[in-house]
Structures are given as structure tokens and as C-alpha cells.
């Protein structure tokens, strides 16, 4: 068994996709009209037929409340895989975007903690394991 697809819930698909492709690296995979929304995925430009990553509206009465608690508690949504955590920390911070958390190392592990600009705390990580 594999984890084909994942998801993070988003206030508006378009500044996502813009932010998890212009600003992250992700490469946009699936786009299908669904009525107001879409299917709307992206995937690591480094494994294209790996995990997709679903960009999900937010829309159900019960996200608004759990994005909120995530976010409020500093509890990310998702973790993404770097090789350099400090390098990645610096190149969007290059690009603008905010962090909640610099980079740490906490043994074999170094992380930091980004906003995602839609509602939503985004780790990235890297283990020397």
C-alpha cells in the first residue's frame, strides 16, 4: 500500500496554486472543473507520478474551525521533504513568504515552520536518517 494522494485545505484554489507552484516548486498535475471548484493537484517536479497533493476548498462548516485551532496551536497541516532546510528557509524567505518558526535541528532532524498563505502552517524537513 502507498499514499497516492494527500490534501490541504485552501481559502481560495488560484492564490494557492500560484503560491504552491510560483513560490514551493510544485508542478500543477490534475485540474478538473467540479461546478465552483475544481480537482485541483499538484505534485513534486521530482516525482511527478509520486503523491499528489489535493488542494482542497475549504468550504465545510468543519475546516474553518480546524484550520483555525492548527494554525492557532502552531500545528502545520502538511510536512514537505527539502535536502537543505536552512537553503529553502532563505529562498523563500527571498520570496517573501513568512515563517512562523526558523530552522531548528532537533537531533537528526532540522525543521522549519512556513505560512502557506491560504489558512494554513506548512513544515519543511529534512532527516539526516
Not at 17 to 31: A, D, H, I, S
Not at 34 to 47: D, H, I, M
Not at 87 to 95: D, H, P, Q, T, V
Request: with cysteine; glycine share 6%; aromatic share 8%.
Amino acid at each position: 500500500m502507498r499514499i497516492h494522494l494527500t490534501s490541504v485545505f485552501v481559502d481560495d484554489q488560484d492564490k494557492a496554486l500560484r503560491f504552491y507552484t510560483e513560490v514551493l516548486g510544485f508542478v500543477k498535475k490534475t485540474e478538473v472543473p467540479l461546478g465552483e471548484f475544481r480537482w485541483l493537484t499538484v505534485v513534486s517536479p521530482e516525482a511527478p507520478d509520486g503523491t499528489e497533493l489535493l488542494l482542497e476548498p475549504d468550504v465545510h462548516r468543519a475546516v474553518g474551525p480546524y484550520k483555525e485551532a492548527l494554525v492557532a496551536d502552531g500545528i502545520p497541516a502538511a510536512a514537505f521533504a527539502v535536502d537543505d532546510v536552512r537553503a529553502e528557509y532563505e529562498r523563500l524567505r527571498g520570496l517573501g513568504v513568512r515563517f512562523t518558526q526558523e530552522p531548528v535541528e532537533m537531533g537528526p532532524v532540522t525543521i522549519a515552520v512556513l505560512d502557506d498563505t491560504c489558512g494554513n502552517l506548512i513544515q519543511i524537513v529534512h532527516s539526516e536518517s
